[in-house]
């Protein structure tokens, strides 16, 4: 992944989208201002895909989705606050509703685009942490978990994530000492975003 504290690419995607993306993954962002790497999203992007990320170092939740005409790879951190007033700006998802926004660079950091208003968000010069490496394959390495301990508010974080109503979400095991990992979804087709949440397991007593 290539970090860019000054966005380089720029692209459109539907609003509410994006509202439910960024909403999403700040449910597992540090509030720890002295901590402004956890304190923040993280926002990727690959040929045809957009992820956000974050992590408070005991969860992480990832939201993908689909973006037509998204050529290169980068990221950028955007602090939390910023984010925060960004999703209050972003329309809700609603059936039938037509919005979108333009995601390009500026000077300083990104601008957020829509009908007749501009949101600019300076980036954070610094590195996220490289989430990917505790990301085990919950589609093929499953295994089988008799006793695991969890802290309940992070489990409890889960239904703050966007989802389809009534939409379940599906736990990963792997082994007691490693991360389980939810997976659900908002949406299809185009507006499908994908979500991953992860939760570090307690120490049990033997």
């Known amino acids: 992944m290539v ?12 609003a509410p989208t994006l509202r439910s993306l960024l909403e999403g993954a700040a449910v597992a962002a540090g509030t720890d201002k002295t901590l402004p790497t956890l304190n923040a999203i993280n926002l990727e992007w690959a040929p045809g895909r957009l992820t956000a990320v974050a992590t408070d170092r ?16 980068g990221s950028i951190l955007l602090p939390l606050d910023d984010v925060r007033e960004l999703v209050r700006a972003l329309p809700k998802p609603k059936r039938g509703l037509v919005a979108s926004v333009t995601v390009s660079g500026t000077e300083r950091g990104v601008a957020f685009t829509g009908d007749g208003w501009t949101r600019n968000i300076d980036t954070l010069d610094a590195t996220f942490v490289a989430w990917s490496a505790i990301m085990w394959d919950h589609e093929n390495e499953r295994g089988d978990v008799n006793r695991i301990g969890f802290n309940a508010t992070l489990l409890a974080g889960m239904a703050k994530v966007p989802t389809e109503k009534g939409q379940p979400w599906v736990l990963n095991f792997k082994k007691p000492e490693k991360p389980v990992i939810a997976t659900c979804h908002l949406g299809d087709g185009s507006d499908r975003i994908d979500w991953r949440y992860l939760i570090m397991p307690v120490r049990l007593p033997d």
């Open 3 to 14: 970090y860019d504290v000054h966005m380089t690419t720029s692209f459109t995607i539907a």
């Open 58 to 73: 005991y969860r992480l939740c990832v939201g993908e989705t689909s973006v037509a005409g998204l050529e290169d790879s």
